[in-house]
């Protein structure tokens, strides 16, 4: 990848949790990433809600999730449609599919954009952007890409 790696545009507003995310947030400050897991029936779901999308529970723990998984869709944005993005595109923003089901949303740290393929394997990077905040990025893993082809 002759050494190249996204940069998130430092000037991209950062997350603003919702009561129901904080502890996704607190645990990536941790180094660990937790999906929100109803405690009625078992459903996993992110991002976090106050009720679960299966069962309507609003009871949850968060499991640990293995931090791998693949790419299940992306956009790459040509154009600044935020300033923050001025000088900073093109840039590419994946759904990657958790090896246990749940999709989030993220951005790949080792791959160009126009590089990026649906099905790619890729393992969670925990990339700390400012003081107090974290993000779950991803990079392409060793592991077999997935036989989902663009
Ligand atoms: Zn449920």
């Known amino acids: 990848m002759s050494g ?3 940069e998130r545009p430092p000037n991209l507003p950062l997350p ?3 009561e129901e ?3 996704f947030f607190d645990a990536l400050k941790e180094r660990r990433l937790v999906v929100q897991c109803c405690s009625n029936c078992g459903a996993l779901q992110h991002p976090p809600r106050a009720m679960c999308g299966s069962c309507q529970a609003m009871t949850f723990h968060w499991e640990e999730m293995s931090g791998k998984g693949c790419v299940y869709s992306y956009v790459v944005t040509h154009q600044a449609v935020h300033p923050a993005l001025a000088g900073h ?4 923003t994946v759904e990657v599919e958790l090896a246990e089901g749940p999709h989030i949303t993220s951005n790949l740290v080792d791959v160009l954009p126009e590089a990026v393929k ?3 394997a890729v393992e969670v990077v925990f990339e700390r952007v400012v003081a107090g905040v974290v993000l779950a990025l991803f990079r392409h893993s060793g592991a077999a890409d997935s036989a989902i082809s663009n």
């Open 118 to 120: 649906i099905g790619m």
């Open 4 to 6: 190249w790696r996204f």
């Open 16 to 18: 603003q949790p919702t």
């Open 89 to 92: 595109t093109p840039l590419a």
């Open 21 to 23: 995310a904080q502890p």
